[in-house]
């Protein structure tokens, strides 16, 4: 029980995907001006990452290794995480449009985001049971929404701030970004 919370925290503060890991920067950046949006964009590679971590596991180790194809490990993968993210893509367009209209493109993007692959390829190679894998893609996609929300949330304060003209808009967010990366590089010595 002590490994399980070891890697959920692991992977939410200390080896945070965007933060630490710097995995996943697009959607950090283009969907973080609105907590809201921040929100559903977190929500949905919650889904995405939860359930690509599970299903890429039964593949790895039910399929792949099996029948001795290892090296079809990452385009197996991505067709695992393309699927999930057109069904996360026709729940979100039928129950919340004005939702999948603020994500935009940044939406179907969740299929090419190297966060989400990571953790699938992460949990194959620390050779986490099935359990551990489950616990490791929650705790990095809790770690993505904080990354996001967090970033969102000082993005919505940067636009009433007084920020010099050089610095407006994404330079100020870029700087930002990287003192937020900083802070997290804090929870290092945690565990």
Do not use: W
């Amino acid at each position: 029980m002590v490994k399980l919370f070891v890697i959920l925290l692991s992977a939410i503060l200390v080896n945070n995907f965007v933060l630490s890991r710097f995995l996943g920067i697009c959607p950090f950046l283009g969907v973080s001006k609105q907590v809201e949006t921040a929100v559903g964009m977190g929500a949905a590679v919650t889904f995405v990452m939860t359930l690509a971590s599970a299903i890429t596991y039964v593949i790895q180790y039910a399929v792949l290794e099996r029948f001795g194809l290892e090296y079809l490990q990452t385009i197996a993968f991505i067709l695992v995480i393309a699927a999930l993210v057109q069904l996360v893509e026709m729940i979100i367009q039928k129950s919340s449009p004005t939702l999948y209209q603020a994500l935009g493109v940044y939406l179907p993007l969740i299929t090419t985001n190297c966060a989400v692959l990571g953790v699938a390829l992460l949990n194959i190679q620390e050779k986490y049971n099935f359990i551990e894998t489950l616990f490791h893609g929650v705790g990095a996609a809790v770690g993505f929404t904080l990354a996001i929300v967090l970033f969102a949330g000082i993005r919505e304060r940067l636009v009433m701030s007084d920020v010099p003209k050089p610095l407006e808009g994404f330079p100020i967010a870029l700087i930002t970004a990287s003192l937020m990366s900083m802070a997290f590089l804090g929870f290092q010595g945690l565990l």
